[in-house]
């Protein structure tokens, strides 16, 4: 609901802007003739309606855009074909990036970071520990480090709870030390289900199943 209030009144915002220098136009072209006229409540009105529909009209302004990605990787030999349904702040210095990559026969579940490589815990230096936030719920996952420490594979068991919370319309939040990313439940089934066909393993896809 903050993401659609915050959508909407940005878009009233640009249409209050953008109806107040067209009339401030009109009426230093006026000369002042009919400046009562364009100053009047009824005709700043139009201007206001006139300018929110021609915004409501364009292409980005006609849904709020999800943050959820889709990419895909089409190599000679389908047995290395996946695709990846990713999501993340943006932010390169403190976010993650959590990705979901479909292989024909299996899945996984990665978390990504661009900046310093990921702390590992001291009695498996090869492991890093994520705090996992769903709902009222915490858990921790250890999981294994790749890259240099930038990239960790999450436990099936962890990626099918955070699938679970998306899913039941909760968002998710993942953090490790100065790293922090909340994954959004607004727009995920959508792309869950497109993602979820480029993989055979029943588990994932029925899982989608008991939650529609």
Known sequence: MREWGEFFFEKVRVAQLTTNLILNLIIDLSKGKRVDFYRSGRFRAFVFFLMAASLSLLPGCQSIPSSWRLEEDCLAHSAYHSVRLCSGTGDPYRGIEFELMALPTEWRAYCHVSCIPLKPIAE???????????GDLSSVARAPLFLGGQKALLPPDT??????????????????????????????????????????????????????
């Open 124 to 134: 498996r230096y090869s492991h890093v520990e994520f705090s996992v936030t769903i």
């Open 159 to 212: 990626a099918e709870e955070i699938i679970a919370g998306l899913l039941r319309g909760t968002d998710v939040i993942l953090s490790k030390g100065r790293y922090r990313c909340t994954l959004p439940a607004l727009g995920f089934e959508k792309a869950y289900k497109k993602w979820a066909t480029h993989t055979n393993s029943g588990l994932i896809l029925g899982m989608s199943e008991r939650h529609e």
